[in-house]
C-alpha cells in the first residue's frame, strides 16, 4: 500500500484562487519531503526541500512567497499555491525518503492542478 | 545538455519482447533511481543502485559508474508494463534528484 499520502488529487479553480496540497508519510517520519512540478510529457522538476521545524530550501526561479511550503510535523508537509494563475496549472508531486535522505524515496500519487 | 539522458524517448514492444532502457548522466552520484510513473501520474520507485546489478523479478537494472551509465531491463514484457520510465540520478553531497525526461513504453498483447 502507499506509504506517502497526497491530497487532493485533482483541483480546479478560479484564478485568484489558493490552493493547499497536502502531502502525508503514513507509517514513517520524515525529515526532510521534496516538492516537484511536472508539466505535460515533462521530466519532473525539483521545486523545494521541504524540512521539518526549518525553512524550507527553494530551488533557483521558484519564487517561494508564491509556492508556501510548511513542514508542520514529522509526518505532513504543505504545498500552498497562493494567488493561482493559469500558468501555475501542472501536475504536483511530493516524494519522501523513508529512513533518511540517502534512502529510496517514496512519491505521492500527484495533484493535478488546473487554474481557470 | 541535459544531466541525465534517457534513450529512447518512446518504445514500443510486443508483449513477451526483452526491453532495455538507457540512462546516462554526467555528474558524479553517489545513487541512481529507476522509477516508473503509471498514466494517473502515480510514481513507483523500481530500483535505487549505486553499483553492479539489481534484480526484481521481470526487472533488471544494472549501472556501470565508471562509464556513468544506467540500463533498465523488462524481460517477457507484458501490456501491463506499459508506463513511463524515469531514471533519476542523486548527486554527490546532496540529497536532491536530477530526472531524465522518461521514456515511454507501451506494450502490445
Known amino acids: 500500500g502507499a506509504v506517502v499520502s497526497q491530497h487532493p488529487s485533482w483541483v480546479i479553480c478560479k484564478s485568484g484562487t489558493s490552493v493547499k496540497i497536502e502531502c502525508r508519510s503514513l507509517d514513517f517520519q520524515a525529515t526532510t519531503m521534496f516538492w516537484y512540478r511536472q508539466f505535460p510529457k515533462q521530466s519532473l522538476m525539483l521545486m523545494a526541500t521541504s524540512n521539518e521545524g526549518s525553512k524550507a530550501t527553494y530551488e533557483q526561479g521558484v519564487e517561494k512567497d508564491k509556492f508556501l511550503i510548511n513542514h508542520a510535523s514529522l509526518t505532513l508537509s504543505t504545498l500552498t499555491v497562493t494567488s493561482a494563475h493559469p500558468e501555475d496549472s501542472s501536475f504536483y508531486i511530493c516524494s519522501a525518503p523513508r529512513g533518511g535522505a540517502q534512502k529510496p524515496q517514496h512519491f505521492g500519487d500527484g495533484t493535478r492542478l488546473s487554474i481557470l | 545538455k541535459n544531466e541525465v539522458e534517457q534513450s529512447p524517448q518512446n518504445l514500443t514492444a510486443q508483449e513477451g519482447e526483452f526491453i532495455t532502457i538507457n540512462c546516462s548522466y554526467s555528474v558524479g552520484i553517489s545513487a541512481l533511481h529507476w522509477l516508473q510513473q503509471h498514466p494517473g501520474g502515480g510514481i513507483v520507485s523500481l530500483f535505487m543502485?549505486?553499483?553492479g546489478k539489481k534484480k526484481h523479478g521481470r526487472l533488471i537494472a544494472t549501472i556501470n559508474i565508471q562509464e556513468k551509465h544506467s540500463s533498465l531491463h523488462i524481460t517477457a514484457s507484458h501490456p501491463r508494463d506499459s508506463a513511463v520510465y524515469i531514471c533519476a540520478a542523486r548527486p554527490v553531497n546532496t540529497d536532491k534528484l536530477i530526472f531524465g525526461t522518461g521514456t515511454r513504453l507501451q506494450v502490445f498483447p
Open positions: 543502485l549505486s553499483s
